[in-house]
């Protein structure tokens, strides 16, 4: 069964700083990989869908880049700022469903 | 013009009542799933239907039904409300494997 682990847990940084999130998946056999946030109290927003045979995909500051051989993907925030503050979700989807993470939790301090 | 809506956004109700939540998508997407997210944020699927089509059944209480009368609805219900089912439910839907979620707003259920 797939399983998706997001390291670090929490990441508190000032403002201005670049900042990598990290996902890790146990089967490398997916679809496609699907980063999201969610603010507190708040829904989920997709920010960047990358499919098993891209590399990487970028929206403004966002970059996300996939190895599906090793079962990781990056999440790449440039020039972090407070409103970048929430949790970011990654999932992974090696059929009908999506496998969600346990999320990071991004502070961006002023 | 919201693409996939929820209704109600919060749910407060005592043990052991039944209630439903209704979640609706104006993407022409052809699957839809119900997630559970618990306290610590974790979410893991429910149930999932294609085409009106029950293609994904977790280890749910028997408690919860879900209801698709048409691919653009998918509804859930609840029977005999415990105080473990208070939980954020969002809706979600997608069109065919190649693509990704879009997720309703949840709903917060607490159980009192």
């Known amino acids: 069964k797939q399983e998706v682990t997001q390291i670090p847990a929490a990441l508190s940084v000032p403002e201005g700083e670049n900042l990598v999130l990290n996902c890790s998946f146990t089967d490398s056999a997916i679809y496609n990989l699907q980063w999201f946030r969610q603010d507190p109290g708040k829904g989920l927003t997709s920010l960047l869908l990358i499919q098993s045979s891209q590399r990487e995909q970028t929206s403004g500051r966002l970059n996300a880049s996939l190895d599906k051989s090793s079962g990781r993907s990056t999440l790449y925030i440039a020039a972090s700022q407070p409103g970048d503050s929430a949790t970011y979700l990654c999932?992974?989807?090696?059929?009908?469903?999506?496998?969600f993470g346990t999320g990071t939790s991004l502070t961006v301090i002023p | 013009d919201t693409a996939v809506s929820q209704t109600p956004k919060y749910l407060v109700t005592q043990m052991g009542n039944d209630k439903s939540i209704k979640c609706e998508q104006n993407?022409?997407?052809?699957?839809m799933y119900w997630y559970k997210q618990d306290s610590k944020k974790f979410l893991k699927i429910m149930f999932s239907y294609n085409n009106k089509e029950l293609i994904i059944n977790e280890t749910v209480p028997n408690r919860f039904s879900p209801k698709s009368p048409d691919k653009a609805h998918l509804n859930l219900h609840i029977n005999s409300l415990e105080l473990g089912d208070s939980a954020v439910y969002f809706c979600?839907?997608?069109?065919?494997?190649?693509?990704?979620?879009?997720f309703g707003s949840g709903t917060r259920l607490t159980v009192v």
């Open positions: 993407l022409g997407h052809d699957t």
């Open positions: 979600a839907s997608s069109l065919l494997a190649d693509y990704g979620y879009t």
């Open positions: 999932a992974v989807r090696p059929g009908n469903q999506f496998y």
